[in-house]
């Protein structure tokens, strides 16, 4: 009888350390997840201020060609 309890004992501690683990790489992956998502909108908004810039560069050679 007492290793049946024994055996259900360490079946029960195997399954929360499994259950902990998944958790850590849950909040784990979504972390990830969250960094991927800040660096998208990240990018997304530098692509306007590029754009910008290339007009400015337009512009100054305009204006340095002597037809501005």
Known sequence: MTDV??????AT?????LTLAAAAG???WL???EL???RIEQAEQGRPELAELKARVRRLE??????G
């Open 5 to 10: 309890f024994m055996l259900l004992g360490l």
């Open 13 to 17: 501690i195997g399954l929360l350390a």
């Open 26 to 28: 849950l909040k784990a």
């Open 31 to 33: 972390g990830w997840l």
């Open 36 to 38: 991927r998502r800040v």
């Open 62 to 67: 305009v204006i340095a060609d002597g037809r």
